[in-house]
C-alpha cells in the first residue's frame, strides 16, 4: 500500500490514521502528485480543498472538503469515513491519533470550552465513540484535581534503573539483562549517585521544589539490597524531600522482590510500589519471557503488604501472545482478589524492536477490545475510576493505556508526566529531562545517554548537558 502526499505538510497525520486501519500491513509514503498503479491512499490539499482518494481491496472511493480551519483535522475525517468504509472497522479513538488526548481535553477546557462542548467536538469533528468518551471525561476530571496541586517551581524526578533479570519478548524498552550487564552496574550505581548529588545542587540553586520521585526501569530490584540502599538514602540525603509528595519504586518483576529490598525500600519512605504480573496465567507468563509464576506475583504482592506497603500498583496487558478471553478474564479476577490499590491496564504494543518471536506473533489476541471492556467493567464495579490513560503508537486495534486507582491512590508521578504539569528530572542511563515553561507550554528536552555502558563512559560530557537546566529557567523564570 502507498500513502501519497501531495502538496500539504500532513505527513504524520495522515500516516498515524491509515495505520489505524492497515494493522500491520505495509505502508511506504511518496511526496508528490504522482498516483501508482498499485493500491493506494491518497491525499493532497490546495488552496482550502482537501482531497481524499483510496483505491484498496477492489474499491476506490474518493472525497473532498472545504475548510479554512484546521486543514489537518478535516483531512483526516475523511481518511477516517473512507478507510472505515473500505475495511469496516471503526477505531474508536476517531480521529484522535495523539499520544495525549486527556491533556488535549484539559486544554480545551483551560480555553473556555464546557466538558460537553469537548464531548460534542470530539464527537462530532474527530468520530470519538460514546465509550471511549467517558473514559476520557472521567479521567480529564481526575487528572485535573492531580495536576492544580503542581506549583511553577514544582518539579518530579525520575531515577533510571536500566537493567531486568531477563528481557520479555514484548519488550521495546531500553533495558539490559542482567546476565551480559550485571558488571556494569556497581559502578552504575557510583555515577548515578554523583548525578543525583548533582542535580540536587542545581534545584536548590534554581529554587524548586520536589513533588514527586519515581525509580523505574528495567527493573530497580534487580539491585542489591546494598545498591538499592545506596542510591534511594543518596536521593534522600541529597533532595529536601519535606514537601515530596509520593517516592515510588517499581518493583516490576516479582521474582526480583525480597525481604531485604522491601526492608530497604520501607526504610527509605518508598510508600508507593509496582509489582507487576502482566498475566495471572503461567502459559502466557512463559510464552512471553518472563520467567516466574503467577503464584510468585501473589507471594511478592503479600509480602509487600506484610511490610506496610499500602499503595501497590499492577500493571496488565492486554493482548498478549497466547492470550485469549477466558485466560484474560481470570487474570482480572485473580488481580482484584489481591485488591491492589492501582491498576494500570495496558493494551500490547507491537513495536518492531521487540522479539516477538513468529508464533507468538500468529498468536496475537483478536478479542483485545473485548478484554478491556470486561477489564474496565470490573474495575468500576469493584471500585476503581480511571485517573490517567495515554496511547502509544501500534498498540493492538489502536487502543490506550489506562490507570486504575481506588479513591485518593492515584498514581501522582503518572499524572504529572502524562499531562506535562511540570519539568521532570531524568537522572540515569535514557532519562530524558523535560522542561517545562512554568507559566506557559514551552517544552525542551536534555537527553542522558541511552546505554548503561555509554553512561558510564561518558558521563563528564553527559553532566555538562545539565547546565541547559539553568539556562531553560533562566529564559523562563519561576
Ligand atoms: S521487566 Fe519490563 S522493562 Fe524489563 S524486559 Fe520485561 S517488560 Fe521490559
Known amino acids: 500500500m502507498v500513502l501519497v502526499i501531495d502538496s500539504h505538510p500532513y505527513r504524520y497525520e495522515a500516516e498515524a490514521l491509515c495505520r489505524m486501519f492497515l494493522r500491520g500491513r505495509e505502508l511506504k509514503i511518496f511526496e508528490g502528485a504522482d498516483i501508482p498503479e498499485e493500491d493506494f491512499i491518497y491525499t493532497g490539499i490546495f488552496g482550502d480543498e482537501i482531497s481524499v482518494r483510496i483505491k484498496m481491496d477492489g474499491k476506490d472511493l474518493s472525497a473532498k472538503a472545504e475548510t479554512s480551519e484546521v486543514k489537518a483535522a478535516k483531512m483526516e475525517y475523511l481518511l477516517y469515513e473512507i478507510l472505515s468504509e473500505i475495511t469496516g472497522l471503526e477505531p474508536k479513538w476517531g480521529t484522535l491519533t495523539g499520544i495525549r488526548p486527556v491533556k ?81 552496574i556497581p559502578q552504575y550505581v557510583d555515577l548515578l549517585c554523583e548525578e543525583l548529588r ?50 515510588t519504586v517499581e518493583a516490576g518483576r516479582p521474582d526480583t522482590i525480597t525481604p531485604e529490598k522491601l526492608e530497604v525500600m520501607k526504610k527509605n519512605g518508598v510508600d508507593r510500589i509496582s509489582i507487576n504480573p ?31 506497603f499500602d499503595n501497590i500498583n499492577m500493571d496488565l496487558i492486554s493482548g498478549l501472545p497466547g492470550d485469549d478471553f477466558d485466560k484474560f478474564r481470570k487474570t482480572i479476577d485473580s488481580v482484584l482478589e489481591l485488591e491492589p ?12 524492536s521487540a522479539n516477538l518471536a513468529g508464533d507468538a506473533q500468529k498468536m496475537l489476541s483478536r478479542s483485545v477490545d473485548e478484554m478491556n471492556e470486561h477489564a474496565f467493567r470490573c474495575f468500576d464495579e469493584a471500585g476503581y475510576y480511571p485517573y490517567y490513560l495515554y496511547r502509544q503508537k501500534g498498540t493492538v486495534e489502536a487502543l490506550e493505556n489506562t490507570g486504575f486507582c481506588k479513591p485518593g491512590k492515584e498514581g501522582i508521578y503518572n499524572v504529572f508526566i502524562m499531562d506535562e504539569t511540570h519539568s521532570i528530572l531524568a537522572t540515569g542511563a535514557g532519562g530524558v529531562t523535560k522542561l517545562k515553561d512554568p507559566h506557559g507550554s514551552k517544552i525542551e528536552r536534555i537527553f542522558n545517554f541511552k546505554f548503561p555502558y555509554e553512561y558510564i563512559d561518558r558521563f563528564d560530557l553527559m553532566n555538562e548537558r545539565k547546565e541547559q537546566v539553568k539556562d531553560f529557567y533562566e529564559r523562563y523564570p519561576l
Open 341 to 352: 490499590e492501582n491498576i494500570t491496564l495496558h493494551t500490547l504494543t507491537v513495536k518492531r
Open 198 to 247: 548533582g542535580t540536587a545542587v542545581l534545584m536548590e540553586e534554581l529554587g524548586l521544589r520536589l513533588e514527586t520521585v519515581y525509580m523505574g526501569g528495567g527493573t530497580p530490584t534487580v539491585l542489591t539490597p546494598e545498591q538499592m540502599d545506596r542510591v534511594l538514602s543518596t536521593a534522600r540525603n541529597s533532595f529536601d524531600f519535606s514537601g515530596v509528595r509520593e517516592l
Open 278 to 308: 502482566q498475566t495471572m496465567d503461567d502459559g502466557v507468563l512463559e510464552l512471553i519471557g518472563r520467567k516466574h509464576t503467577a503464584k510468585d506475583v501473589v507471594d511478592a504482592f503479600y509480602m509487600a503488604r506484610s511490610f506496610g
Open 104 to 184: 488535549l481535553a484539559l486544554s480545551m477546557m483551560d480555553n473556555g470550552l464546557s466538558a460537553e462542548d469537548v464531548r460534542r467536538k470530539f464527537r462530532e469533528e474527530r468520530l470519538v465513540s460514546e465509550e471511549k468518551l467517558d473514559l476520557l471525561m472521567s479521567t480529564a476530571e481526575h487528572e485535573r484535581a492531580i495536576r492544580s496541586l503542581s506549583k511553577p517551581e514544582s518539579v518530579s524526578m525520575y531515577i533510571s534503573i536500566p537493567f531486568c533479570p531477563s528481557r520479555c519478548s514484548y519488550c521495546s524498552f531500553t533495558s539490559h539483562a542482567i546476565e551480559k550487564a550485571a558488571k556494569l
